[in-house]
């Protein structure tokens, strides 16, 4: 025995560096693989659900028939469908006027066909898991919420009309 270290002890230490300097690196893309097919079926399951949603609760809402009342029921009618915790949904509506029921063309010299038409945006805000501002000391730029938008134009208290 000279005292040296044979070739096998080497290769072994070798491989222990390159396993520590692959590891974080194929973590954090299986982290970005898991986030992208989450937001992926949340964004299909969220475009199935606010349009359903929009055409039978923000057309005719129960109880208060006023565009506040639309949105409330729009909006729980879309979290209960998809129950998920990393998810934040927003409803907003605003009335469009001279739009696609105005008679004179938009030149404002007529009269609406459908005074009721309203646009219904419906927001996800999907959040990342796992929410880390800062790994091993270094600041993670990572978004907080990504968003996803549907919107669709209704005539209210006119079911079945969508524009």
Known sequence: ????????????GQMTVELAVVLPVTIAVVLVAINLLRFSAACASFDR??????????????GDQNRAAAVDEVRSCIQGALQDDDLAVEVSAEQLSGGAGDVSGGRGGG???????????????YRPWPQVDSFAGVRVGTPLTIDHTRSLVVDRFRAGVVV
């Not at 659900?49 to 129960?62: E, I, R, W």
């Not at 066909?113 to 219904?120: A, E, I, N």
Request: proline content about 7%; glycine content about 12%; overall charge negative.
């Open 1 to 12: 025995m000279d005292g040296t270290l044979g070739e096998g002890w080497r290769e072994g």
């Open 49 to 62: 659900v606010a349009l359903d949603a929009v055409v039978s609760q923000g057309v005719a809402p129960a």
């Open 111 to 125: 009269f609406p066909v459908s005074p009721l038409l309203t646009r219904f945006t419906c927001t996800m805000h």
